[in-house]
């Protein structure tokens, strides 16, 4: 996906709220919008926001001093997650369609995204998570379950490209899910190399007992999202040999929504862009593929 002129503004307030969140004062929170600034005249519009995420951490980690100000932040998160990762399992358990519903909460714990909106209150997303106070599904237009179940009962090798820590908790519940209905097939887990807003990276991955589960794998990206020409070519290799790929988040839709690849976008649409871009409401939960998905066959 493409950079849109509307994203831009909202790349500064990214700039602003991240600093602020990584505890920049004042000062160095106009320092990084000054830096920033000077990147934008040769910003080229067929970038996507992801690469452009790339360069506003960057910034932001170099004026407050710390290569992962997000940190405590992931750990709260992953701990609140896990907090309610029994609750969770009962209510799969429960569901007459297991697989489904913890696809629901796969997408659902997708919220947990503070570089679409930094001043987010896990705690209370959380809760409307477990209540369904949050979910804003107008007839679920844009949500291909039927498809991607009936893909995901013919993959022997499936790819799932993780998105933010705490997140990464209702990820392992689907994967167990997948596990228990289909035993035998192989499943990669893919986080961040290096640490990018709130990602999840492998240490993430494991503390949401993701690795009981899944071989974790780290795709070489350090953008908010699948940037390919980044990623290592080990990564790159399970990338083309999975027979599905399940991707997190609108930050690997915006940098894989064009890719050739079986791909099944899984997020919230909580930008506006975003949600023009697939054609779905704002708040949206969306489960689509790649390759021009219009009807679930």
């Known amino acids: 996906m493409r950079t849109y002129l509307d994203c831009i503004p909202c790349f500064f307030r990214q700039v602003l709220e991240s ?35 790339r360069y506003i951490y960057k910034i932001v980690c170099d004026v407050v001093k710390n290569s992962d100000p997000y940190y405590s932040t992931k750990r709260k998160s992953t701990r609140l997650a896990l907090e309610l990762y029994p609750a969770v399992k009962r209510k799969v358990a429960s569901s007459a369609d297991r697989l489904a519903k913890a696809v629901e909460f796969a997408i659902l714990g997708n919220i947990i995204d503070y570089g679409v909106k930094n001043r987010l209150d896990v705690d209370e997303e959380l809760k409307k998570i477990m209540t369904g106070d949050g979910r804003r599904q107008p007839k679920r237009k844009f949500y291909r379950y039927a498809k991607f179940k009936k893909e995901l009962e013919k993959a022997k090798m499936i790819l799932y490209l ?64 699948t940037v390919l020409g980044l990623c290592t070519k080990k990564f790159l290799k399970i990338f083309d040999e999975a027979d599905i790929i399940i991707s997190k988040g609108q930050g690997n839709f915006e940098s894989l929504n064009e ?12 930008c506006e862009v975003v949600a023009k871009h697939v054609g779905c409401g704002l708040g949206e939960v969306v489960l689509i593929s790649a390759a021009g998905d219009k009807e679930d066959k």
Request: net charge neutral; proline share 5%.
């Open 19 to 53: 600093a602020r969140l990584a505890g920049a004062s004042e000062r160095q929170r106009k320092e990084a919008l000054d830096e920033f600034s000077k990147i934008i005249p040769g910003f080229s519009l067929e970038m996507t926001p992801a690469e452009m995420g």
């Open 162 to 225: 993780a998105d933010n820590a705490g997140e990464t908790v209702f990820d392992r519940v689907l994967i167990e899910e997948i596990k228990t209905i289909y035993p035998d097939k192989k499943i990669v887990y893919a986080v961040k190399s290096k640490p990018i807003i709130n990602d999840a990276v492998v240490e993430d991955a494991v503390e949401a007992g993701v690795d009981k589960v899944a071989k974790i794998v780290a795709c070489g990206s350090d953008a908010p999202g």
């Open 259 to 270: 890719s050739k690849r079986r791909v099944f976008f899984l997020f919230r649409a909580k």
